[in-house]
């Protein structure tokens, strides 16, 4: 398949064609890696399905943009958004929840938490 690809390219070579060769094999080595990891690492999945989801329509993605949503829904201020941590900001949504959004709401702790984002400012983030 590649052969046949690079058949009919229009590729103006630069370093010679081993060069190119080694390149491409390099990438294609490189990609293999980062999917590998991706799916063999509890922890890889975790962050990107909290931050683009699982690709299959699971999972909100965008983890910031989730909070954002709760805060806007409880109140919460830009101000408060900007100068509380990440855990500060959910525990004052926690405290205004209704009874059905109380489970996402602690789901968004554990994972900002299992992510290494709590102690962290929603500003900076």
Known sequence: MLGEALKSARIDIVGGETMFFQNIVNQISNARGFDRLINESEHATDIKNALIGDGNGNGDGNLLERIKAFATKYNV???????????AVLMKMQANSSDSDLPAIMD????????????????AV
């Open 108 to 123: 968004l702790g554990k994972l900002a938490q299992s992510l290494g984002l709590s102690n962290k400012k929603l500003g």
């Open 77 to 87: 201020s830009t101000n408060d958004l900007k100068n509380l941590t990440i855990s």
